[in-house]
Nanobody, 118 residues
């Protein structure tokens, strides 16, 4: 069993910051790439940021310069530091990871709500 649990969401005013965390637990050999996605009401789920096991990062154009993804391999945890938040950042944020068990598969957390007020 593999579980991903997000935390850190909440309600903030525009211009403020939040830090999201996602911890993986269960039985697995290793974790390869990890990432964050988000889905706003009426919109498709979109990629926010990814980080490989080697530390290479990628960001959606809409968050470049404002968000930072990082990971702590000892804790099997990925983070998303969100600065200068905008109302358009309001969404449910989902953690994603490629997890190696007896095979390599994609796992998802259940999401954490981020709401940014104007």
């Amino acid at each position: 069993q593999v579980q991903l649990v997000e935390s850190g969401g909440g309600l903030v005013q525009a211009g403020r910051s939040l830090r999201l965390s996602c911890a993986a637990s269960g039985s697995f050999f290793s974790i390869n790439a990890m990432g964050w996605y988000r889905q706003a009401p009426g919109k498709q789920r979109e990629l926010v940021a990814t980080i490989t096991s080697g530390g290479t990062t990628k960001y959606a154009d809409s968050v470049k310069g404002r968000f930072t993804i990082s990971r702590d391999n000892a804790k099997n945890t990925v983070y998303l530091e969100m600065n200068s938040l905008k109302p358009d950042d309001t969404a449910v944020y989902y953690c994603n990871a490629m997890v190696v068990t007896t095979y390599t598969g994609r796992y998802w957390g259940t999401g954490t709500q981020v709401t940014v007020s104007s």
